[in-house]
């Protein structure tokens, strides 16, 4: 089992989203590279991200990464969808260098790769976010979701 965290705007949406992922194991939602481990108000500097641990027999990072793109606007700086602000801020996170690596390559290989506002960082510390916040749309599923809703369902069974 492998482990990348992910960044895509609201994490409502992106755990929803990757939770359905064929090889994706579990994910969690939280808060990426900040300058604070609390699971109190504020989070300078983080962004909200999604923990995923996946089996590297069925999932790649690279197969990660299309999904992460097929979900965001990769251009969009501290944004996505209405959201704005640096916590939005798309990102690809990991403490194993050779994912990092790899996402760099994915973004590198693009025609587009000069436009691509998407951080691809080492991780500095995860913070999951609060029990209200996990599976959030598995519960309310009508809550707010930046996600396409067909897009959202993509990989639903």
């Known amino acids: 089992m492998q482990e990348i965290f992910l960044s895509g705007g609201c994490v409502w949406g992106v755990q929803e989203y990757c939770r359905h992922i064929p090889g994706v194991i579990t994910t969690r939602a ?3 590279n900040g300058s604070s481990n609390s699971t109190a108000e504020p989070y300078d500097g983080y962004a909200e991200s999604v923990r995923i641990q ?12 299309e999904e992460l793109f097929d979900i965001i606007d990769p251009y969009s700086i501290n944004r996505q969808g209405v959201d704005t602000g640096i916590k939005y801020r798309t990102g690809v996170y990991s403490q194993d260098p050779e994912h ?18 998407v951080e691809v960082l080492p991780l ?7 029990p209200e ?8 599923p009508d809550d707010y979701c930046h996600i ?3 897009l959202l369902n993509k990989h639903k069974r």
């Open 30 to 32: 939280g808060r990426a």
């Open 54 to 65: 996946f089996d590297e027999t069925l999932q790649t990072v690279n197969g990660l990464m």
């Open 100 to 117: 990092l690596a790899q996402a760099r390559a994915f973004i590198n290989d693009r025609k587009d790769k000069d436009r691509i506002a």
């Open 124 to 130: 500095s510390n995860f913070v999951e976010s609060d």
């Open 133 to 140: 916040h996990q599976d959030r749309l598995q519960r309310c």
């Open 148 to 150: 396409d809703e067909q």
